[in-house]
């Protein structure tokens, strides 16, 4: 079901606000939902630049009331927009969420509406498209209720009120058919106060609890530095308030058990008093969703394929060489302690691993399989079975097996040149290469380097499959326009002629990685022009660096744009092929370039 298929969003700055409301059919209630993933896409727009701003936005259902739920609009998830301004034409990307929950909702003519924030200018924007992939089939569960806990936007650290009268315990009564309560919370810090830069930039816990007994506590604190969608134009790499620009969040989900009759559920946030600037503020969408006993006894799911896998979400990771990953989940009402699971490339040989554990329904768990992954050139299909939980027959099987495709690793010669030049902090990186045995064969840890230093270190590799780690312990890579203290570093892969083999991203945040199969066969496709180039500092007054390798001489042009994407300059380079040289930009005025 697609809702939105590239629609044009761009912001209302007389609002800060702009609801675009679609419409979609969904199956009738008389036909049984399995599972409903919503896939959120955002590309550049055809008449305009990619917007450049992280905004907040919500993705709601707009429900006018019946089937068992009040009328109201419903959180399915938030959308953090990324910082765009330095993405192609052509880019777009997507994510996914599991929204099962509100099965009961999305039902017959359905409204979704994408609200976006901000006040950018309306000359940027994004191209959004919602599409909603629905399984039928007997629910693992089947749902009674939704009810509302909190959803608004709750201020905090105010000394003049706390939050806690906000987030007041609430009620609820239990259906006599239930028998698990799950609450479902999308929350997002924002605002930056003093002393501690609240609610985006501090970490602070949350607590849930069940009649007067704390049942969940966590950190409302995200890490960003390895967000899969990299590098942006703006802060990506600054972990936040529960949030990473670029992120389609996915829900805290917690299972509860229930007992008959009334029950308080409330929500703790830490204690905190602002100083100044007084403006943190919790937004928070919460829901109790109620459902029946699982209506299967022992039901095991493949949920992912961690890798190999082309999922933008393990973009980061893949591929891989060796022990693939994946995600399975218990969708049975006894606890899954044992599955065999077997596993393969399409093509090749199937494995088997007998997996052990405890998980309760809808708990999951990351399994790491044994042996190399098979490939052969181009596009693979991976897949991962599982059979025999609890040593019975599955009463649900239809979700037992999952595929995933993926591309193979590139081919590299047996012989290669790690060419790496560090920064102002070298301590901070380290570089390792991994065979398909999980043997390490080339290591250099952080002790090993000098700062704005350039490293050549020359490898023999036996033919096979292999993986580079670039590691950096303060998130922040080897450049990042923001710290221009930091200086630049870059890492590239060389043949013994001092030809480019491969070129990794400089503003990479916690790392690389890259997987590769060393091949005595290797030929360099001459057809094609590999460049590793660089513009910095981004932060600058006088003069730009443009440094440039190319695996053949080629003529470069260097672009600068204005804030309204409007071209001001191109410096044109003959003939380069590896060369460092300065660009005087000491004229233009103060403001952002591209």
């Keep these: 079901v697609t809702t939105h298929n590239r629609v ?130 007997t629910p693992a569960a089947d749902p009674i209720s939704i009810t509302k806990l909190w959803q608004d936007e709750y201020t905090y650290g105010d000394p003049k009120e706390s939050i806690e009268k906000k987030l007041a315990p609430i009620e609820f009564k239990t259906d006599s058919r239930a028998s698990i309560g799950r609450l479902r919370i999308q929350h997002t810090g924002h605002g930056m106060d003093e002393p501690r830069g609240c609610s985006e930039f501090c970490s602070r816990y949350r607590d849930i609890k069940l009649n007067g007994r704390v049942v969940d506590r966590r950190d409302i604190w995200k890490k960003c530095g390895d967000n899969p969608l990299y590098p942006q134009g703006g802060t990506w790499i600054f972990d936040r308030g529960y949030w990473c620009p670029g992120n389609l969040q996915r829900p805290d989900i917690i299972d509860l058990n229930l007992r008959s009759g009334t029950q308080e559920i409330d929500m703790d946030m830490e204690p905190y008093r602002a100083t100044g600037k007084v403006e943190a503020h919790e937004s928070i969408a919460s829901y109790l969703i109620q459902y029946r006993s699982p209506n299967n006894s022992n039901d095991v799911a493949v949920d992912k394929i961690i890798a190999p896998s082309g999922d933008n979400e393990f973009s980061r990771i893949n ?84 595929e995933s495709t993926f591309e193979a690793p590139i081919v590299m010669p047996t012989d290669a040149v790690v060419q790496f030049r560090t920064n102002n902090n070298p301590g901070d990186n380290k570089i390792f290469i991994m065979n398909a045995f999980g043997g390490i064969v080339f290591n250099r840890n952080s002790n090993t380097f000098k700062a704005n230093t350039t490293y050549y270190d020359t490898i023999h590799f036996d033919p096979g499959c292999y993986e580079l780690f670039l590691q950096d312990s303060t998130g922040n890579g080897l450049e990042f326009w923001f710290e221009p203290e930091q200086g630049r570093g870059y890492l590239r892969l060389l043949d013994l002629k001092g030809n480019l083999l491969h070129a990794f991203e400089s503003d990479c945040g916690t790392g690389q990685h890259l997987a590769f199969t060393a091949s005595p066969d290797y030929k360099a496709d001459t057809s094609i022009t590999k460049f590793a180039f660089g513009v910095y500092p981004l932060r600058v007054k006088d003069k730009l660096t443009f440094d440039c390798l190319a695996s053949k001489p080629s003529d470069i042009h260097v672009l600068i744009r204005g804030s309204e994407n409007q071209l001001l300059e191109d410096h044109l380079f003959l003939n380069l092929s590896n060369r460092e040289t300065a660009i005087d930009v000491s004229h233009l005025p103060s403001g952002r370039y591209f």
Aim: proline share 5%.
């Design 8 to 137: 044009l969003v761009v912001t209302d700055p007389s609002q800060g606000v702009k609801h675009y409301p679609a419409w979609g059919s969904f199956p009738n209630n008389r036909t049984d939902v399995r599972k409903i993933i919503m896939t959120v896409t955002l590309g550049c727009p055809d008449t305009m630049p990619c917007a450049h701003w992280d905004y907040l936005d919500h993705i709601y259902v707009k429900h006018k009331g019946g089937n068992g739920v009040a009328a109201g609009d419903y959180e399915l998830s938030r959308m953090l927009t990324p910082y765009g301004s330095i993405f192609s034409s052509d880019w777009k990307y997507g994510w996914s969420v599991d929204v099962t929950d509100f099965a009961m909702l999305l039902r017959e003519r359905v409204e979704i509406d994408y609200v976006h924030s901000g006040y950018e200018p309306t000359t940027v924007g994004w191209a959004l498209t919602i599409r909603f992939d629905v399984i039928t089939g």
């Design 319 to 402: 591929p891989i060489c060796c022990e693939p990953r994946i995600l399975i989940r218990n969708m049975g009402s006894r606890n899954l302690t044992s599955a065999v699971i077997y596993y393969g490339t399409e093509g090749y040989k199937t494995r088997t691993y007998n997996w052990r554990g405890n998980l309760r329904f809808n708990e999951t768990a990351v399994v790491s399989l044994r042996g190399p992954v098979d490939y052969h050139k181009g596009n693979n299909t991976f897949f991962a079975f599982a059979l025999s939980p609890n040593g019975s027959k599955d009463d649900w099987n239809s979700d037992n097996r999952l």
